[in-house]
């Protein structure tokens, strides 16, 4: 034999899955909510997504260069931040909070960490909770061309005007860029899900625990309407499939997911109900983003066979 | 209760049509042939002839070195060349007896027995005596395995007929060619646990072999065949009894522990070539295969041969191969240098011409937990490897480290392609070695 065999441990070969087609199925999973934000509210939406996606994949680039470091993964799971921070903005803010997002997002919550899959919490829900703390009325006023100001949740918590929700199902409400459309978002799910991307175990448990979170507390009882109101209104939707299911910031035990799941759900209904905010998404999911150590630390799954007994192996 | 199957695992390309169809063909071996003093698991074979030395097929040339050892038998006849050090499969230099062979093939005499009339005792020492180890890969001696402390609790005796690893079709071979000394060979170690049924789990890809054996035991009160849920690791050890019987094992307890026997189709084989017939362990059966091979086929081979011969044999090489395994792509031994025996555990050789593994860079953990949900052994693999890396042998060991059974699925499925396996395997081998040197 000519050439030298290459020699390595078990196991030998490879699935045919890598991250960079994960992030680019999460990517394309956005397309839809993206592409009805953008038709919803028009060009300054449009104009918000590019520069907020190309400031995100710019800073990680120069990250990486200051500090010369190699990446070797491409621009799907640069841009994946970018995209998901972008739908989680007011439609007509201001290009440059996109900007200072995208660099907060990027910087300060992902690469000073450590880079992809280091980050203690989601980018772009970093990025959005500091955007609204120090932008408040930015990041609050919803009001556009199409929509007063009121968003389908804020209607539903004051009492006054009126929402249907068949347009909330639809998504032609106020609200950020992303999060109006359930049928979009779902659209986006259902494809994630169907490629295993994601499971269910995360999404199910926060909108189960959620809606028992409301029929316990909200007064209202066993309010149909109500209920699907606040499961389509806000950022519920998107925050369960797209961000609450987050690899890196969630646990990696199955039994820490459901436990996530629930904590995000129970966080969530007390924000919306008894929060001065008629939202509370953003704040449930980094919340939980922090308890993840903590939740896989006592969700550690029993190894096969332990606890038996028998004869020590000779 | 039976599952039929277990939590995680994964379904690698199986490759086996390649060679599944091509009936045993026995090689036979030219030039010397090499017999490592250590093909199992426990102490190294003694050698009992000396350079120089006549030796006939058959006759044993190595005796075991102790309870957990067993004997080694020449396959040729000729003479010893040398004994001294060889390489083998693992890339281990191993003490070998080197016999050239004289082409003569002039062969003992053996004592046939019937099994019926034999006694527990002198099954086992028959057993013992014919250098019988698992065939399977791990080469615990069987003549052990079948002597655990209380006989009577022995519920099941599973033949594993699994064969779960990518491209082996070893044992399917064996199987559809012979069966009947698959079925006897069981019924033989049936006879040493009176409180035992005799499963034959074999996994639903091979319907032709399930319903071949259905009917060869349909008349058999003690045997039955199972149709396991295809999906690797079905054959590993601890797996394959959970989803027979529903019993969880750890990794410091035996199949025993269990009330089961485990022992592989090709060992069973023996067992019955070595009880019945006299005939001590010689021959297996190795698949060459692979996409490098001109004929991917299954050979009837004496142990000892070299491998050089089996790819000789398969037509040689149709491309260059990046990669040979000896074994299955999932648990096999990549090798550095054909020129080395076959063993007694040797199930296969494996030509790649495309190598996965250096074909791909490791990216960083995105924690996706693939890992945690192929994981049969039910550990969170990514961590563990950021343990083994950092070398914290103590929070390895507190989060089950060492309930690893090496099988690879967290490293086959891992998008990140990390090593996470391998990083395992390597702590666990760490730990292990403190272990004892603590003794």
């Known amino acids: 034999m000519a050439s030298i065999l290459k020699v390595s441990s078990n196991p030998h070969i490879r699935s045919k899955a890598s991250t960079e087609r994960i992030m680019q199925y999460v990517v394309i999973a956005l397309l839809p909510a993206t592409l009805f934000g953008i038709f919803n509210f028009g060009l300054n939406a449009l104009l918000l997504v590019l520069v907020t996606v190309a400031t995100t994949v710019l800073t990680e680039y120069i990250y990486d260069r200051c500090m010369k470091k190699k990446n070797s993964i491409g621009d799907f799971s640069r841009s994946f931040s970018g995209l998901l921070l972008a739908l989680n903005l007011p439609p007509k803010a201001p290009l440059w909070i996109g900007i200072i997002g995208g660099v907060f997002a990027i910087v300060v919550v992902k690469m000073l960490f450590g880079g992809l899959g280091q980050n203690f919490m989601n980018p772009a829900l970093g990025a959005r909770c500091f955007l609204m703390i120090s932008f408040t009325s930015i990041m609050t006023n919803f009001e556009c061309d199409a929509y007063t100001g009121a968003t389908p949740l804020a209607v539903l918590k004051s009492g006054e005007g009126a929402v249907k929700l068949s347009d909330m199902i639809i998504g032609s409400t106020a609200g950020t860029i992303g999060e109006t459309s359930v049928i979009a978002i779902l659209l986006g799910a259902a494809f994630l899900l169907i490629t295993g991307v994601i499971d269910l175990k995360v999404p199910c448990s926060y909108i189960v625990s959620f809606v028992v979170f409301l029929l316990l507390f909200s007064g209202k009882g066993f309010d149909i309407e109500y209920i699907a109101m606040q499961l389509a209104g806000g950022g519920l939707m998107l925050g369960a499939f797209f961000m609450a299911t987050d690899y890196v910031t969630r646990p990696i035990t199955k039994n820490g997911q459901y436990v996530f799941g629930i904590f995000l759900g129970i966080m969530t209904g007390i924000f919306r109900l008894f929060g001065p905010s008629a939202e509370g998404v953003s704040y449930a999911i980094i919340l939980g983003n922090l308890l993840v150590p903590l939740i896989e630390r006592f969700t550690k799954p029993t190894a096969f066979g332990k606890g038996k007994k028998g004869g020590a192996r000779a | 209760m039976a599952r039929l199957t277990f939590r995680g695992g994964v379904h690698p390309y199986d490759g086996k049509d390649l060679s599944k169809d091509k009936p045993m063909k026995t090689i036979i071996p030219k030039g010397d042939m ?101 065939m399977g890969g791990a080469g615990f001696p069987t003549h052990v395995k079948l ?125 019955y070539h070595a009880v019945a017939e006299g005939k001590p362990l010689m021959n297996r059966i190795v698949t060459v295969t692979g996409d490098a091979v001109n004929e991917p086929r299954n050979f009837y081979v004496k142990i000892g041969m070299n491998y050089n011969d089996l790819i000789e044999e398969a037509g040689g090489f149709k491309t260059e191969p990046q990669k040979v395994i000896s074994g299955g792509p999932m648990m096999g031994f990549a090798l550095f240098d054909l020129n080395v025996p076959t063993t007694k555990t040797a199930s296969a050789l494996l030509c790649l011409t495309k190598d996965e593994v250096s074909e791909t860079e490791e990216g960083p953990c995105i924690n996706c937990g693939r890992c945690v949900e192929v994981c049969p052994g039910r550990v969170v693999p990514s961590r563990l490897a950021d343990m083994a890396r950092r070398h914290d042998e103590e929070a390895f060991v507190a989060n089950d480290g060492m309930e690893c059974c090496e099988c690879g699925c967290c490293s086959y499925i891992c998008p990140a392609k990390r090593q996470l396996t391998q990083s395992i395997k390597s702590m666990r081998k760490t730990v292990l070695n403190n272990r004892k040197n603590k003794k």
């Open chain 2, 34 to 134: 090499v017999y490592p003093l250590s093909q199992h698991i426990g102490a190294p074979a003694v050698p009992m002839v000396k350079k120089g030395d006549r030796v006939l097929v058959g006759q044993k040339i190595a005796d075991a070195g102790g309870f957990v050892s067993a004997p080694i038998y020449a396959t040729v006849s000729g003479t010893v060349k040398a004994i001294g050090p060889r390489r083998v499969v693992t890339g281990d230099m191993v003490n070998s007896i080197i016999v050239d062979n004289d082409g003569l093939f002039e062969e003992v005499e053996y004592t046939s027995h019937n099994p019926e009339k034999l006694e527990k005792k002198e099954i086992i020492e028959l057993i013992k005596e014919a250098g019988v180890v698992g």
């Open chain 2, 147 to 271: 002597s655990p402390k209380e006989p009577e609790k022995i519920t099941y005796v599973i033949a594993n007929c699994a064969e779960c690893e990518p491209y082996l079709t070893s044992d399917y071979r064996r199987m559809i060619e012979e069966p009947q000394k698959l079925v006897d060979g069981l019924k033989i170690i049936l006879r040493l646990f009176d409180n035992a049924q005799g499963v034959l789990a074999i996994e639903d890809n091979k319907p032709d072999c399930i319903e071949l054996l259905s009917g060869l035991v349909a008349n058999e009160e003690r045997i039955t065949v199972k149709a396991l849920k295809t999906k690797y690791p079905q054959g590993a050890e601890r797996q394959l009894i959970y989803a027979v019987t529903g019993r969880e094992i750890n990794s410091s307890m035996l199949p025993a522990d269990a009330g089961c026997v485990v022992d592989n189709v090709d060992t069973i084989v023996a067992v």
